[in-house]
């Protein structure tokens, strides 16, 4: 058993989710005069590839500490490629993953949205297209995963909720203003007429009292299982009282696919981090991408 990374680099160039702490280090020690490097850390739990746990949203939930590792955090999953399928602002639905992928009752589901090339580690980087204009599901998907029982899911990307769904679009009038474009063009509704306050931030508000959370900013080499099934892991601290947590997230697969997933990633461009990305993902989503 071999494992795959699928956690983006940490690093005080991290961005964190707009408005959020971002990582600050310090040494309070050095090995001279002190005989030991220390280092002092601040930084909001939603940073990097982190875990978005029940009482992030939800009064009554579990906190990071009291989610099982072998019943919850480690199980079978998916990992389900759209970056064929939807571009900049645009909404996935349950078909287009089940069109490509065969979820299971009890899955982790994580969404490959192609948008973790546009994270900070990337050679294409983009903060602002990461945090706002990645895709995003509606009330229907949510409904869907609930049916299917899905343990957690995983985005690789700023949000488990569309962006114009979050606060953002407040944040930020002209990429509201782009997405209600796209919105009106594709889907013959207006991004206020779409995403209407009774469903605002749903992923997070209607799915954690289901016990269904999510971990964002999912990534690092998530390219070489698109459209694959592994056992799937999220191993945040043991966090009492926690409302989320920074953790890593990972792939185990079996030795003999791991030779085959190591051969295709010898030739595949790197990034500065040393992971693996297929470029062809960015070009699909950019053919996708609805310009006005």
């Known amino acids: 058993m071999k494992l795959i990374d699928l956690t983006i680099p940490l690093s005080i160039a991290t961005p964190p989710w707009p408005t959020y702490e971002p990582?600050?280090?310090?040494?309070?020690?050095?090995?001279?005069?002190?005989?030991?490097?220390?280092?002092?850390?601040?930084?909001?739990n939603h940073l990097g590839t982190h875990l978005d746990g029940e009482i992030h949203f939800f009064t009554a939930?579990?906190?990071?500490?009291?989610?099982?590792?072998?019943?919850?955090l480690v199980g079978p999953g998916v990992v389900v490629d759209l970056s064929d399928?939807?571009?900049?602002y645009q909404v996935y639905d349950e078909a287009m993953i089940e069109d490509r992928v065969d979820v299971r009752e009890g899955d982790i589901l994580i969404i490959h949205t192609g948008y973790h090339h546009y994270g900070w580690d990337m050679?294409?980087?983009?903060?602002?297209?990461?945090?706002?204009?990645?895709?995003?599901?509606?009330?229907?998907?949510g409904e869907w995963a609930r049916r299917k029982r899905l343990r957690w899911i995983g985005v690789d990307c700023g949000s488990a909720d569309h962006p114009m769904n979050t606060i953002i679009r407040d944040w930020m009038p002209r990429q509201a203003a782009e997405a209600d474009l796209v919105f009106q063009n594709m889907y013959g509704l207006s991004l206020a007429d779409r995403f209407t306050p009774d469903k605002y931030q749903l992923m997070h508000v209607e799915m954690f009292p289901?016990?269904?959370?999510?971990?964002?900013?999912?990534?690092?080499?998530?390219?070489?299982?698109?459209?694959?099934?592994?056992?799937?892991?999220?191993f945040p601290w043991r966090f009492v009282d926690g409302e989320s947590c920074i953790g890593r997230c990972v792939a185990f697969v079996d030795d003999e696919e791991y030779e085959g997933l190591m051969a295709r990633r010898a030739e595949?461009?790197?990034?500065?981090?040393g992971d693996c990305y297929d470029p062809q993902h960015v070009e699909q989503i950019n053919r996708l991408t609805q310009r006005f």
């Open 23 to 44: 990582l600050q280090v310090k040494y309070f020690k050095r090995l001279a005069p002190n005989g030991a490097n220390g280092q002092v850390l601040t930084h909001s």
């Open 61 to 72: 939930g579990k906190d990071i500490a009291a989610l099982d590792l072998n019943d919850f």
């Open 85 to 88: 399928a939807t571009g900049d």
């Open 123 to 141: 050679p294409t980087a983009d903060e602002i297209r990461y945090m706002v204009k990645h895709p995003g599901p509606d009330r229907a998907f």
């Open 210 to 234: 289901h016990h269904i959370i999510h971990a964002e900013c999912v990534g690092g080499e998530i390219d070489l299982l698109a459209n694959r099934r592994a056992t799937i892991g999220f």
């Open 268 to 273: 595949l461009p790197k990034t500065r981090f």
